[in-house]
DNA sequence: TTTTTGGTTTCCAAAAAAAAGAACTAAAAA
DNA sequence: TTTTTAGTTCTTTTTTTTGGAAACCAAAAA
């Protein structure tokens, strides 16, 4: 490996940690965050198990732990080419979007779920709490609205699927 | 206790506990989860220490740490009344509000990044994954731009404090 | 048919997170 | 001044998570 290629590894190495660490905050396992970050960064954008494994310095049972999670998240897949009988993992972008627009759909449950609560509150002795608490539920109403309203006008520009 | 009173109290526990599911998930931990759901459905909606201490069946040290850790989270906050030196620990829904803002904000972090990431391949040899890429992307900066737009709104509606 | 490859699975250890217990402390009450 | 109270902090225990090592396995290659 030249220097110059050592270089670019390093950063390369460098930018997956950091982006790995995004990831984990995101719920994920640190490996899965690494993993993920790597096949957003690496060139090509699909790389063998082998390939990540020794690139990230880990274990195979991670790697596959790591891999196994992502797949079944939706946010990778593998493709293969005829006559090697490797899988080469990728993001697959439509997984990973339907797993952002699950994500987001969070604070539409969050908003029920305060709905609830201030249901529950109604004949408290407390109205003046009540009184602050819909203000926050009311802010809940207004994103989540806004979000499930930008979810399907995203829909209805480029379909389902996408 | 009477009976019904008994039968009200293990609803709310009931109720604690999978609302404090819900909050866990968004990245606290367990005990801090179920305080946050206590102060939601707790009548009054302040409550001292040893209440909650009580109500949750926990140890002081749990509770001290989750109450903290909500305190400096912004989502909770306290009030005291003249001649009791007690804390009653309530929710503070303006804190709240301004965490969930700042929850809702990461979806502009990871617009950035992956903007960033894009960036870094534009002289890929793999054109066909960066133009699936793109997709995602453009989704993450519609979403992101979505957001702090009704973010934004809602300010200029209710003023930035709330 | 044996060997190699591309993983998976099982078992275990390290480490981190969560919570319990108990000692401690500052302020208030007695 | 002593005692209580309302917590905090420190230490320990328990539980959970994460990942390593190595045995295992099925398909492909030799």
Chains 1, 2 share one sequence.
Not at 18 to 39: K, N, T
């Amino acid at each position: 490996m030249t220097d110059m290629q050592a270089n670019k590894d390093e950063r390369l190495t460098q930018k997956v940690e950091e982006m790995g660490v995004f990831f984990e905050r995101l719920g994920r396992a640190p490996m899965s965050g690494r993993v993920l970050a790597y096949l957003l960064l690496s060139e090509p954008p699909h790389q063998d198990f082998f390939e990540i494994q020794a690139f990230l310095k880990a274990s195979k049972s991670a790697v596959s732990n790591a891999l196994n999670y992502l797949m079944q998240e939706g946010t990778i897949d593998y493709i293969t080419f005829s006559g090697d009988r490797r899988r080469y993992f990728r993001i697959n972008p439509t997984g990973w979007l339907n797993n952002l627009k699950n994500g987001l759909r969070q604070v539409t449950i969050l908003r029920h779920l305060l709905e609830g609560v201030l249901h529950e509150r109604t004949h408290s002795a407390y109205p003046a709490f009540d009184e602050e608490l819909k203000k926050i539920v009311a802010f809940n109403v207004f994103i989540a609205e806004g979000i499930e309203r930008n979810i399907a006008e995203w829909e209805r520009q480029h379909g389902e699927g996408t």
